[in-house]
């Protein structure tokens, strides 16, 4: 397995297990609400990983989409699970427009820049 994608799993592995912590855990934040910008970007970042981690894959924009907003979405469904914590359609839409935008910046990036 190459770095890209140690990096892309390590990142996701990240992400679920932030997502595991109950939410009378967290540390009250200002900035924690505005929790769908933090999605926006934490799925940004995620689509940049992933773009990268499969760059010469075919359908690598499509694939990284899906496979991002689906695990966005899987996450939202555990999240049932942990207590103090609840699934949110919002917070999917956040992570599906950023790994989208994350995934499309990259890619453009790649064909037009580099």
Do not use: W
């Amino acid at each position: 397995m190459n770095m890209p994608k140690i990096t892309l799993f390590g990142y996701m592995f990240l992400i679920l297990v932030m997502s595991l912590i109950p939410g009378k855990s967290l540390v009250s934040i200002e900035i924690l609400s505005q929790d769908k910008i933090l999605h926006f970007i934490e799925y940004s970042i995620l689509g940049v990983l992933g773009f990268k981690a499969f760059s010469n894959e075919k359908k690598t924009v499509f694939l990284v989409i899906f496979f991002g907003t689906s695990f966005g979405c899987l996450n939202e469904v555990i999240q049932i699970l942990i207590p103090g914590r609840t699934p949110s359609l919002y917070d999917s839409l956040a992570n599906l427009l950023g790994v989208s935008c994350g995934t499309i910046y990259s890619s453009f990036i790649k064909k037009y820049i580099l």
